[in-house]
């Protein structure tokens, strides 16, 4: 099993590009995540799921979309990408119920130039 | 909003010492709380939980301590190991999930 799987790990952008990530998971997880990791701010959720077809928005959802067409996958867009999206992205997945493990990818780095 | 913070961004420990590590949190309500590790260049990794019905829980080499009265809880790391450097981080379960900050452990040989 791969678990979370993050796709590109590294991408480097211009200023007013736009790109997809994507997140697949092969666990059935109802739940999924996108944070983003900046130096000193720990993990800000952008935007979540709760389950195939819904999605919401987390603390800094400005600037992203997501999709989740698919249970397995969740993808994050960037419509015109700017240097203060340059950060490093994190997909997650749990479990819905109680329990609160999240399992995640290993990253996508992004650079915006 | 409500939040989670740790209180030191470092923490350097001797090789074989025991690690504690802190955090607050704001909402008196959170009713379930999460410690996780990062290694470097990894995602964050489940250590252990812990519901506001419990004021200890242990698991392989880790506990963590629940202060509910002032909204503290601790992670405490025995026998700290040079695998054990990473950075941690405590989240306070309000269904998104809010994350601290981190600590970043530095084991000396």
């Known amino acids: 099993n791969a678990g979370v799987t993050q796709t590109p790990k590294f991408r480097v952008l211009k200023t007013g590009q736009s790109m997809t990530l994507l997140c697949a998971q092969d666990?059935?997880?109802?739940?999924m995540y996108w944070y983003r990791q900046d130096p000193g701010m720990g993990l800000r959720l952008i935007h979540y799921?709760?389950?195939?077809?819904?999605?919401a928005k987390g603390e800094v959802p400005d600037g992203y979309n997501v999709s989740r067409l698919k249970k397995q996958n969740f993808l994050l867009g960037l419509e015109s990408a700017a240097p203060s999206q340059t950060s490093v992205y994190f997909c997650?997945?749990?479990?819905?119920?109680?329990?609160?493990?999240?399992?995640f990818g290993e990253g996508s780095r992004l650079t915006v130039l | 909003g409500e939040s989670v913070g740790l209180h030191l961004p470092t923490l350097s420990v001797q090789e074989g010492d025991n690690s504690i590590i802190n955090c607050a949190y704001s909402?008196?309500?959170?009713?379930?709380f999460i410690w996780y590790k990062q290694e470097s260049g990894k995602g964050p990794q489940f250590i252990i939980d812990?519901?506001?019905?419990?004021d200890k829980r242990q698991g392989q080499r880790v506990t963590v301590l629940l202060n509910k009265t002032v909204k503290h809880l601790s992670l405490q790391i025995a026998a700290t190991q040079p695998g054990d450097s990473a950075v941690y981080f405590c989240?306070?379960?309000?269904?998104?999930?809010?994350f601290g900050a981190g600590t970043t452990v530095t084991v000396r040989a």
């Open positions: 666990m059935n997880h109802e739940y």
């Open positions: 799921s709760v389950g195939e077809g819904t999605t």
């Open positions: 989240a306070e379960d309000d269904y998104k999930l809010s």
């Open positions: 909402n008196s309500a959170s009713d379930y």
């Open positions: 812990i519901r506001s019905n419990m």
């Open positions: 997650a997945t749990r479990r819905p119920g109680n329990t609160g493990e999240l399992f």
